[in-house]
Protein backbone atom coordinates (compact mmCIF):
# COMPACT_ATOMS: atom_id res chain seq x y z
CA UNK A 1 0.00 0.00 0.00
CA UNK A 2 1.60 3.47 -1.30
CA UNK A 3 1.09 6.87 0.04
CA UNK A 4 -1.28 7.70 -1.99
CA UNK A 5 -3.86 4.79 -0.78
CA UNK A 6 -2.89 5.81 2.99
CA UNK A 7 -3.87 9.26 1.78
CA UNK A 8 -7.51 8.83 0.00
CA UNK A 9 -8.17 6.52 3.08
CA UNK A 10 -7.61 9.48 5.41
CA UNK A 11 -9.73 12.21 3.04
CA UNK A 12 -12.49 9.48 2.72
CA UNK A 13 -12.74 8.22 6.41
CA UNK A 14 -12.43 12.22 7.61
CA UNK A 15 -15.01 13.07 5.01
CA UNK A 16 -17.05 9.93 6.01
CA UNK A 17 -17.01 10.74 9.88
CA UNK A 18 -17.88 14.36 9.30
CA UNK A 19 -21.05 13.59 7.36
CA UNK A 20 -22.07 10.74 9.60
CA UNK A 21 -21.89 13.26 12.52
CA UNK A 22 -24.25 15.77 10.86
CA UNK A 23 -26.49 13.28 9.94
CA UNK A 24 -26.42 11.82 13.49
CA UNK A 25 -26.78 14.60 16.50
CA UNK A 26 -25.11 14.95 19.01
CA UNK A 27 -21.79 13.71 17.37
CA UNK A 28 -19.14 16.02 16.60
CA UNK A 29 -15.65 14.25 16.92
CA UNK A 30 -13.17 16.45 15.35
CA UNK A 31 -10.90 15.79 12.78
CA UNK A 32 -8.89 12.62 14.17
CA UNK A 33 -12.09 11.38 15.51
CA UNK A 34 -13.80 11.98 11.99
CA UNK A 35 -10.88 10.01 10.58
CA UNK A 36 -11.37 7.15 12.80
CA UNK A 37 -15.14 7.14 12.58
CA UNK A 38 -15.21 6.85 8.86
CA UNK A 39 -12.77 4.28 8.69
CA UNK A 40 -14.01 2.12 11.07
CA UNK A 41 -17.55 2.92 9.21
CA UNK A 42 -16.09 1.98 5.96
CA UNK A 43 -14.89 -1.50 8.05
CA UNK A 44 -18.48 -1.81 9.40
CA UNK A 45 -19.97 -1.30 6.28
CA UNK A 46 -17.71 -4.37 4.09
CA UNK A 47 -18.41 -6.17 6.49
CA UNK A 48 -22.36 -5.92 6.44
CA UNK A 49 -23.61 -4.35 3.01
CA UNK A 50 -22.25 -7.45 0.71
CA UNK A 51 -24.39 -9.99 3.27
CA UNK A 52 -27.44 -7.95 2.76
CA UNK A 53 -26.40 -8.01 -1.13
CA UNK A 54 -26.41 -4.16 -1.18
CA UNK A 55 -23.53 -2.25 -3.31
CA UNK A 56 -22.47 1.50 -4.28
CA UNK A 57 -20.12 0.94 -7.54
CA UNK A 58 -16.57 2.02 -7.60
CA UNK A 59 -15.45 5.29 -7.63
CA UNK A 60 -14.76 8.29 -5.01
CA UNK A 61 -18.59 8.94 -4.10
CA UNK A 62 -19.49 5.12 -3.63
CA UNK A 63 -16.58 5.70 -1.58
CA UNK A 64 -17.69 8.27 0.65
CA UNK A 65 -21.38 6.61 0.23
CA UNK A 66 -20.26 3.51 1.25
CA UNK A 67 -17.98 4.81 4.38
CA UNK A 68 -20.59 7.09 5.95
CA UNK A 69 -23.29 4.75 5.70
CA UNK A 70 -21.56 2.17 7.89
CA UNK A 71 -20.05 5.38 10.16
CA UNK A 72 -23.74 6.13 10.32
CA UNK A 73 -24.69 2.46 11.49
CA UNK A 74 -21.73 2.29 13.89
CA UNK A 75 -22.86 5.83 15.92
CA UNK A 76 -26.28 4.15 15.83
CA UNK A 77 -25.13 1.38 17.43
CA UNK A 78 -22.73 3.30 19.80
CA UNK A 79 -25.78 5.41 21.03
CA UNK A 80 -27.70 2.25 21.72
CA UNK A 81 -25.04 1.17 23.64
CA UNK A 82 -24.52 4.39 25.94
CA UNK A 83 -28.05 4.02 26.70
CA UNK A 84 -28.04 1.20 28.54
Same mark, same amino acid.
Given at each position: M???SILVIIIIGAIAGWLAGQL??? /?? /???LGNIVVGVLGAF????????????FGGGLIGSIIH???GA?? !? !?? !??? !?????
Open positions: GIEIRG /FG /FGLVAGLIFPVIGLGATLVI !L !LF !LIR !LVKRV
